[in-house]
């Protein structure tokens, strides 16, 4: 009977931790990188794209359409990962003082 007892059974449930003042700001850093990111590096992928024609011969058609979107937005969240911060930094400590 001991033996059928697992140390995850004896744990029990995990108890979420309040949020602190700490935790609160760097979850809106995290949120307000990410937003602005994904609409800065979004909007410049799609303007990329409008720049771009449909070549006469050897186009995908439907199928690379889709690809091709989800490539953009594959890249996007790459670029927003790597460089958001630096472009969301002046905006975020703007923000902060207008909470302040």
Known sequence: MISSLTNSSLVGPTVPQPPTAANDDKQLREKFDEFIGQAFF????????KTVGKPAYFHGGRA??????????ALTQELSESSAAEISEPMYELFTLARS
């Open 64 to 73: 690379e359409e889709i690809f091709r979107g989800q490539l953009d937005q």
């Open 42 to 49: 979004g909007q410049m992928t799609a303007a990329m794209r």
